[in-house]
């Protein structure tokens, strides 16, 4: 059984500067939840929990993971002020999605997205 507050499935992001990264998450998706020196970072967004931790115990991974937001144009453009590359801009998909993919500077892609 999970911890309270998370899901059987934590996605753990390694990366070189994960003081940047928690600063990124919570300018660009309004994530919660602090940087600490020497423990991942327990950063929520939405319902969900993101833990961000840095290269000491493991290399950095390159990730992508999927973000359910309430606007993704806003979203998109939040990414793109905060530093991140848009790989894709925002789009209506076929499965009904409103999607756009940034690559954020820490080795993460983000697939942000909406359904209607």
Same mark, same amino acid.
């Given at each position: 059984?999970?911890?309270?507050?998370? =899901? $059987? /499935?934590? %996605?753990? !992001?390694?990366?070189?500067?994960?003081?940047?990264? *928690?600063?990124?998450?919570? =300018? /660009?998706?309004?994530?919660? #939840? &602090?940087?600490?020196?020497? @423990?991942?970072?327990?950063?929520?967004?939405? +319902?969900?929990? /993101?833990? *961000? $931790? #840095?290269? &000491?115990?493991?290399?950095?991974?390159? $990730?992508? !993971?999927?973000?359910?937001? +309430? +606007? /993704?144009?806003?979203?998109? @453009? @939040?990414?793109?002020?905060?530093?991140?590359?848009? !790989?894709?801009? %925002?789009? &209506?998909? %076929?499965?009904?999605? @409103?999607?756009?993919?940034?690559?954020?500077?820490? #080795?993460?892609?983000?697939?942000?997205?909406?359904?209607?």
């Amino acid at each position: 059984m999970p911890a309270r507050g998370f =899901h $059987s /499935v934590t %996605p753990r !992001l390694f990366c070189s500067d994960p003081q940047g990264l *928690v600063a990124f998450l919570k =300018h /660009v998706f309004d994530a919660a #939840g &602090e940087y600490e020196e020497g @423990r991942p970072a327990e950063m929520t967004i939405g +319902d969900s929990i /993101v833990m *961000v $931790s #840095g290269t &000491e115990a493991r290399a950095a991974t390159h $990730s992508c !993971l999927y973000v359910y937001v +309430d +606007d /993704v144009d806003a979203t998109y @453009r @939040r990414a793109i002020g905060a530093g991140a590359t848009g !790989l894709e801009e %925002p789009a &209506e998909m %076929p499965w009904g999605d @409103r999607r756009a993919i940034v690559a954020d500077p820490y #080795g993460t892609d983000w697939q942000i997205a909406a359904r209607d």
